[in-house]
């Protein structure tokens, strides 16, 4: 039998998902190509709706999240909203165990994103899960390469997508 306190898992769920190093976006790091178009588009946070989800990059994680409240018999009525936030810090020092900890002892800039996903249910209850995760902006080198193979297109789209208002 389905019960809310399910929703806490799909927020770690979503939060895996976006700090993951396997994530991409156009065959680049999906988190350094985020907290870069952040900082292009001059902000420090941004946040996006899975419930609208009305950016292209954001559907696909969209879906994940219907899908797996359908297989888990959560009933869509119980979710009210589904925010991830990404807030940046750039420029910082990862700690030693990051795996970023030697390309900043390198020279590399190295920046600190926290990943929050929260949804709040029908009964006013919010279920929140945050991570924090070092990286850095994809380099002029993976643009380039991008470029060579026609996708050089996703940085405009998620910067573009950053400036749509209004936000939540």
């Known amino acids: ?11 770690r769920g979503i939060v895996g998902r976006f700090a993951s190093r396997n994530n991409d976006i156009d065959g680049q790091w999906g988190i350094g190509v985020i907290v870069e178009a952040i900082h292009h588009a001059g902000q420090s946070e941004a ?18 999240l219907r899908t797996r409240a359908r297989d888990e018999r959560i009933p869509e009525s119980w979710i009210e909203s589904c925010i991830l936030r990404i807030a940046i810090e750039r420029n910082t020092t990862p700690p030693r165990e990051s795996h970023t900890h030697e390309a ?12 929050t996903a929260a949804i709040a249910d029908d009964r006013g209850r919010t279920w929140s899960t945050s991570e924090d995760v070092w990286c850095w ?20 789209r998620v910067i573009a997508t950053l400036q749509r208002k209004p936000r939540v």
Do not use: C, N
Request: glycine share 4%; no cysteine; aromatic share 12%.
């Open 137 to 156: 902006d994809a380099s002029d080198h993976q643009l380039r390469r991008a470029h060579d193979r026609g996708a050089e297109g996703w940085l405009a």
């Open 1 to 11: 039998m389905p019960t809310r306190s399910q929703l806490a898992d799909f927020t």
């Open 104 to 115: 900043w002892a390198a020279g590399t800039a190295v920046h600190k994103a926290t990943v």
């Open 47 to 64: 946040a996006y709706d899975f419930v609208s989800a009305a950016e292209p990059f954001i559907r696909d994680q969209a879906d994940w």
